[in-house]
């Protein structure tokens, strides 16, 4: 069973940069789809990025598209998200997800989260 732990999140400024990151102890993690997704107060949980390992292929939202790059380490069995030139709309819980397989940005298809992990950007 996988578990993902993420880290990295904290206090950046407008047009500031963090790297996320999202670790698992299962030797598996990269036959996984894994996604990142991130919550606002008051909102719904929307996807923001996710990569398909064993297709080479990574997806994102439309809102962070030319400014987030996700990426894999398979050695260290780690998803990465970083985040560069943030807005303060980008101030979120941001969760990292696992799934076996379906639509990438549907969260309904992803079988275990993470604790999230706070990004807060100040203007």
């Known amino acids: 069973q996988v578990q993902p732990v993420e880290s990295g999140g904290g206090l950046v400024q407008t047009g500031g940069s963090l790297r996320l990151s999202c670790a698992a102890s299962?030797?598996?993690?990269?036959?996984?789809?894994v996604g990142w997704f991130r919550q606002a107060p008051g909102k719904e949980r929307d996807f923001v990025a996710a990569i398909w390992w064993s297709g080479g292929m990574t997806y994102y939202g439309e809102s962070v598209k030319g400014r987030f790059t996700i990426s894999g380490d398979n050695a260290k069995n780690t998803v990465y998200l970083q985040m560069n030139n943030l807005k303060p709309e980008d101030t979120a819980v941001y969760y990292c997800a696992a799934s076996k397989g379906g639509r990438y940005f549907d969260r309904g298809v992803y079988d275990y989260w993470g604790q999230g992990t706070q990004v807060t950007v100040s203007s």
């Open positions: 299962e030797r598996a993690f990269n036959r996984y789809t």
